[in-house]
């Protein structure tokens, strides 16, 4: 179960990257009370805890009411994963990020914390397809706990990062931070690229069962 733990864990942080909400949350908050700026980053993450939760235990019903396969979206999840890695290797989703805070930057009356940081910048498509991936591929209750346990110490690291924006932009620096974005693109990408295979794989071998009968 630890094995799982770490591994559910690694995926949502690297997907999540909460210390790379930080620096996006500090530049949209600049010029607010304290107050607001606590009471802005708490209801960030718990709107994109709703969010994630709902999809981690309702989501394949989902997926079934749609007629979709979990294999299905086990692809398409890893390659929208591998295009999201790609975009943190070549630092085009912190470019992103900063258009989206640009466009909300000089507003302090406008609450933040819905759009962008709860969606999409904390619970995004890439995080949302991780989420019901992870759970798709742990059944029972006792699996399915521990990555909602990875999910739920993510989010705890996110809201702790927001709050301490400040200070974390102080001691990373603008390269640091683009360092550790392009090793956690890296590893996301090899993590995408075992989320299509484990669907390829699968489809194959229930495509074989059926072709069997």
Do not use: Y
């Amino acid at each position: 179960m630890l094995e799982l733990f770490v591994s559910a864990f690694a995926t949502l942080f690297v997907v999540i990257d909460p210390p790379g909400c930080a620096p996006i949350f500090a530049g949209l908050t600049s010029g607010t009370s304290p107050a607001h700026r606590r009471a802005m980053a708490m209801r960030a993450v718990l709107v994109a805890a709703c969010i994630l939760f709902g999809f981690a235990l309702f989501g394949e019903a989902l997926l079934h009411a749609l007629g979709i396969s979990l294999n299905a979206f086990k692809i398409a999840g890893g390659i929208m994963l591998f295009l999201i890695a790609l975009e943190m290797v070549f630092e085009k989703r912190t470019e992103r990020r900063e258009d989206r805070a640009e466009k909300v930057k000089g507003q302090p009356e406008l609450d933040i914390s819905i759009f962008p940081m709860a969606m999409p910048m904390i619970a995004g498509p890439g995080s949302i397809a991780s989420i019901m991936l992870l759970m798709s591929q742990n059944d029972g209750w006792e699996r399915s706990g521990v990555v909602l346990a990875a999910l739920a110490l993510i989010l705890l690291l996110t809201l702790v990062a927001l709050l301490a924006a400040g200070p974390i932009m102080r001691v990373l620096g603008s390269r640091i931070e683009a360092v550790v974005s392009r090793l956690l693109g890296v590893l996301l990408g090899a993590l995408a690229v075992q989320f299509v295979i484990d669907g390829i794989r699968a489809s194959l071998v229930a495509g074989r069962a059926v072709a069997g009968h």
